[in-house]
Each structure stands twice: as structure tokens, then as C-alpha cells.
């Protein structure tokens, strides 16, 4: 039996964007089995807000969630997690789930304009090491920042961290979501990792992830197309 997982990023606060999402999922009849949010669900709000959505979002699918913030999210949201009602969150740390092993870095590398999460590329070295001794093909990478050279193109100047691209070269893993850069959605398979920016759900994108026994088909998806 497939089994279908939703993936998001970049909300940025557009809760008209999860009730128009839900319906559609409805329409289409799919089965959420799960959902990875990559960061970025307000824009420069208070936690409260930033949980406010996790919780619409865990109340209008009623599945697990596996979430990292994002570089306008609200620094206390790298604390907050709610496992009792399967709402993870994986800065950091892992989370298990079945056979996969979820793992996350939440923010963004340092940018010109000084948001709320940003980690120089040492820190997030220290974040990603931990992930190296999870297998591969079980492991589940969820990062706000893309990876350097790959979905992360803005007006020519790749601006991922090359941290993380060192880490894709040398373990990689089955599946990994980003968000961050709006104008690099898109999704490739780069040594046998299938990397997913499924664009910003406040512009009405998002994506899923099919697997099939040791088959996974990424698609993108725009609300209302």
C-alpha cells in the first residue's frame, strides 16, 4: 500500500492557504500519512502564532507533523514541540517514525538581512554531524536552508550552505525538504538523494512524496491546478 506524505514550507502566516490545501487534499482523496513543514510559518511573529498554525495544521489533517522553523520564525520555536499530540519538532534532534529517522536544522545560513535564526556554517556543522550515523536510506533530512548548488538559485548566486552540501556529497539521505529561497522550487535526485523544495505554501505550492516498497515519486503541486 503507498503510503503519501505532505510536504510544506513557507507559510509565512497565509492560514487561507492550509484551509484551501485541505480542501483540495480532499478532493484528490488522499491519504496524508504524514507532514514535513520546512520552516518559515510566520513572518517576524510571536511563538504563539507560529504554534497557532503547527495546530491548524495538525487539526486539519490529523497526521503526524515533523517541522523545523524557519529563519522568520520566532527563536523560541526551536524550543517548543508537542510529542504528546505527534507534532515533532526535529531541529536538531531525531525523531523516529516507523522505520525512518526524521532529522532537521531549522533557520537559515547568515543572510544580508539579519533574521531571526541564522547560523554561521560551523554551527551548522555541529547541528548536521549528529545525522551522520543514521542510515541513508532510512534517513529523512528536513532543513530550511537548501544546500549549496542545489534549489537555491536567486538572480543567478547560488546561496545555500556549503556545509550541507558537504554533508550530501559524503552521506546524503533518502529524502530531503527544504524551503527558504521562494524562486527555487523545484525537486532533483543528487546521488540517490531525492532533494524537494516544494515552494512557498503561501503562494499555494506544495508537494508530496509517494513510496511505494523502495519506490519514491516526488510531485509538485500547485492548489487549484
Known amino acids: 500500500m503507498p503510503s503519501t506524505w505532505l510536504l510544506l514550507t513557507d507559510i509565512h502566516g497565509r492560514t487561507w492557504s492550509i484551509v484551501e490545501l485541505e480542501k483540495e487534499i480532499n478532493q484528490l482523496g488522499l491519504d ?37 522553523p524557519g529563519n522568520c520564525d520566532h527563536p523560541q520555536l526551536l524550543e517548543w514541540s508537542k510529542e504528546e499530540e505527534e507534532i515533532y519538532n526535529i531541529h536538531g534532534k531525531p525523531a523516529r517514525y516507523k522505520d525512518w529517522i526524521f532529522y532537521g536544522i531549522g533557520g ?82 543528487v546521488n540517490n538523494t531525492h532533494l524537494v523544495n516544494p515552494g512557498p505554501l503561501m503562494w499555494g505550492y506544495y508537494a508530496i512524496a509517494i513510496f511505494s516498497d523502495d519506490r519514491l515519486e516526488v510531485q509538485l503541486k500547485q492548489i487549484g491546478s
Open 108 to 189: 537559515s545560513n547568515k543572510t544580508p538581512f539579519m533574521t531571526y535564526i541564522e547560523w554561521g556554517e560551523e554551527e551548522i556543522r555541529e547541528l548536521v554531524s549528529p545525522a551522520e550515523k543514521y542510515p541513508r536510506e532510512k534517513l529523512v533530512m528536513v532543513t530550511h536552508v537548501p544546500v549549496y548548488g542545489y534549489l537555491d538559485d536567486v538572480g543567478g548566486e547560488h546561496v545555500g550552505s556549503k556545509t550541507l552540501r558537504r554533508f550530501l556529497e559524503r552521506h546524503g539521505a533518502k529524502l530531503w525538504v527544504t524551503g527558504h529561497i521562494h524562486e527555487a522550487r523545484g525537486y532533483i535526485v
Open 32 to 68: 496524508v500519512e504524514l507532514i514535513v513543514i520546512a520552516g518559515d510559518l510566520t513572518y517576524f511573529k510571536p511563538v504563539k502564532r507560529a504554534i497557532e498554525i503547527i495546530e491548524f495544521i495538525k487539526q486539519s489533517f490529523n497526521a503526524p507533523i515533523f517541522f523545523v
